[in-house]
């Protein structure tokens, strides 16, 4: 009996993390293709902020970025944008790019084709009554998609954006320091940075303030930030990222067509 639980248990872990790997895994190309990266022969990396935004501490990372001198990218909560319009508009003014990251942070596989349209939909359009511009860049909330997701997204247009570098699991506080640790431990060219500048795009609870304190996110920024500049690289939106990109893949070809022809 004893080793028949145990049995039952490893498949149930097995079947868990097989699961997880297909719908969550951020460099899964199971369902589609999904940006994880950029170009590896670029010394750049994205900065990208999720969850938001999230008055005073989205506000306070853009002072950073302002400081630094430096353009992130912004994956915002429809529900959460509508909340805190001067906000968005100012990531736009301070020349960020905007991402959709849906409008109530749903878990998209659990929705149905048209729940995962609507959630896109109504966040894009509110973005552009706010600040008049539509973006082409979503991410979905806990990385999770399939088939329907993917096929949803591109029928309006998006590009999914993952992530490289794995999550500082920043969202548990563990202190500015060890958030910028390990982000920067895990750093290569091309990478693709996941922070939290709100929690799920919810109103802080008064009664529970720091579910949504980003406070650590603020200095674990501005640490990423110096040390990854002092190492040599630069930070660009996750547009000029692919732009990149796409320069390097057609050099890579005109290398490759030009060797042909050597031969």
Same mark, same amino acid.
């Given at each position: 009996?004893?080793?028949?639980?145990?049995?039952?248990?490893?498949?149930?872990?097995?079947?868990?993390?097989?699961?997880? !790997?297909?719908? !969550?895994?951020?460099?899964?190309?199971?369902?589609?293709?999904?940006?994880?990266?950029?170009?590896? &022969? @670029?010394? @750049?990396?994205?900065?990208?902020?999720?969850?938001?935004?999230?008055?005073?501490?989205?506000?306070?990372?853009?002072?950073?970025?302002?400081? !630094?001198?430096?353009?992130?990218?912004?994956? /915002?909560?429809?529900?959460?944008?509508? *909340?805190?319009?001067?906000?968005?508009?100012?990531?736009?003014?301070?020349?960020?790019?905007?991402?959709?990251?849906?409008?109530?942070?749903?878990?998209?596989?659990?929705?149905?084709?048209?729940?995962?349209?609507? !959630?896109?939909?109504?966040?894009?359009?509110?973005?552009?009554?706010?600040?008049?511009?539509?973006?082409?860049?979503?991410?979905?909330?806990?990385?999770?998609?399939?088939?329907? /997701?993917?096929?949803?997204?591109? #029928?309006?247009?998006?590009?999914?954006?993952?992530?490289? /570098?794995?999550?500082? #699991?920043?969202? @548990?506080?563990?202190?500015?320091? &060890?958030?910028? @640790?390990?982000?920067?431990?895990?750093? *290569?060219?091309?990478?693709?940075?996941?922070?939290?500048?709100?929690?799920?795009?919810?109103?802080?609870?008064? #009664?529970?303030?720091? *579910?949504?304190?980003?406070?650590?996110?603020?200095?674990? $920024?501005?640490?990423?930030?110096?040390?990854?500049?002092?190492?040599?690289?630069?930070?660009?939106?996750?547009?000029?990222?692919?732009?990149?990109?796409? $320069?390097?893949?057609?050099? /890579? &070809?005109? $290398?490759?067509? *030009?060797?042909?022809?050597?031969?």
């Amino acid at each position: 009996m004893t080793l028949r639980f145990l049995l039952l248990a490893a498949v149930l872990v097995a079947a868990s993390y097989f699961t997880y !790997e297909a719908l !969550e895994a951020p460099g899964s190309q199971i369902f589609g293709r999904t940006i994880v990266s950029g170009s590896p &022969t @670029e010394r @750049e990396v994205a900065l990208t902020f999720d969850d938001g935004p999230n008055p005073p501490y989205t506000d306070r990372i853009l002072d950073v970025l302002r400081d !630094e001198h430096v353009h992130a990218t912004f994956f /915002v909560v429809g529900r959460a944008a509508v *909340a805190h319009p001067l906000t968005i508009r100012r990531i736009v003014r301070d020349g960020h790019a905007l991402g959709n990251h849906t409008w109530d942070h749903a878990h998209l596989v659990m929705q149905t084709p048209s729940a995962v349209r609507a !959630e896109l939909v109504r966040t894009d359009d509110a973005l552009f009554r706010i600040a008049g511009v539509r973006t082409h860049l979503m991410r979905p909330p806990f990385g999770a998609r399939d088939f329907a /997701v993917i096929d949803q997204a591109r #029928k309006l247009g998006y590009q999914v954006v993952m992530w490289s /570098v794995p999550l500082p #699991k920043d969202w @548990e506080q563990p202190g500015d320091a &060890t958030i910028a @640790e390990r982000v920067i431990d895990n750093i *290569a060219d091309g990478g693709i940075i996941v922070l939290h500048d709100g929690n799920r795009g919810l109103a802080c609870d008064p #009664k529970s303030p720091s *579910a949504c304190d980003r406070g650590q996110d603020v200095a674990a $920024t501005r640490r990423i930030i110096e040390t990854l500049r002092r190492e040599g690289y630069r930070f660009v939106t996750v547009p000029q990222l692919l732009a990149d990109m796409s $320069t390097h893949r057609a050099r /890579v &070809t005109l $290398t490759h067509s *030009a060797a042909r022809r050597i031969q």
